[in-house]
């Protein structure tokens, strides 16, 4: 099994809709959890930690549910500017590195 | 405000030729990283410094060295590269921000092996 696993989507979806994309985590011991935002051919930037029982940050909001050892993003009112990578993020165990998935894609039209 | 530069930003460099990127910080992070991200493809740790105290990654290849000579610098030597080592190349910043690392990543270095 994976240490992070993603649906790669590409989820294809027109302004204003709601999305979730989900995310899986191998290590029960996983402490701090990330969803970090990639355009094309650039690099990550962070967009929100997920702290345990989640949180919203405007459109935006990560739940954690640790017993599943799962993790979500909900895009709610999607604008074309939202298209890009979204990359599930997973501290390892020691603290020391980002364990990162391989994105989902979502791609916003008018 | 650039916080985390990489140069350059686009490195062509011949097959076998040693090669060296660069990356400097101005967020006087503790932490510094280096990833390769292949196309379509997860960024890959491949060491990272906790201020001078050095950690490879056990799958990185003999090829990839790396020195950071203060906080503010980093560079990453790939002493004789192959073709496979066509990647984007992130450097990444991190301080310790209470509950979790929280990284800052650079631009990037894409490099070219021809």
């Known amino acids: 099994r994976k240490e992070v696993e993603q649906d790669p989507g590409p989820f294809n979806v027109p302004e204003g809709a709601t999305v979730a994309f989900n995310c899986t985590y191998s290590?029960?011991?996983?402490?701090?959890f990330f969803w970090y935002r990639q355009d094309c051919r650039k690099e990550p930037k962070l967009l929100m930690s997920?702290?345990?029982s989640g949180n919203e940050d405007g459109r935006f909001t990560a739940q954690l549910n640790r017993a599943s050892q799962y993790i979500s993003l909900l895009i709610r009112d999607s604008k074309l500017s939202d298209s890009a990578t979204y990359l599930c993020v997973v501290l390892n165990q020691a603290g020391t590195a980002l364990i990162f998935g391989k994105g989902t894609t979502l791609s916003v039209s008018s | 405000d650039a916080m985390v530069i990489q140069n350059p930003r686009y490195q062509v460099t011949q097959f076998g030729k040693p090669v060296t990127l660069s990356c400097s910080q101005t967020l006087n992070h503790n932490v510094m990283y280096w990833y390769q991200q292949k196309s379509s493809q997860a960024p890959k740790l491949l060491f990272h410094y906790y201020d001078k105290d050095f950690n490879n990654e056990a799958d990185t290849p003999d090829n990839f060295q790396s020195r950071r000579p203060n906080t503010s610098f980093c560079f990453l030597d790939i002493r004789s590269p192959g073709l496979g080592d066509a990647a984007m190349y992130l450097c990444a910043t991190s301080s310790y921000s209470g509950r979790a690392y929280e990284q800052y990543f650079g631009p990037g270095t894409r490099l070219t092996v021809t």
């Open positions: 997920v702290y345990s």
């Open positions: 290590n029960s011991a996983s402490q701090s």
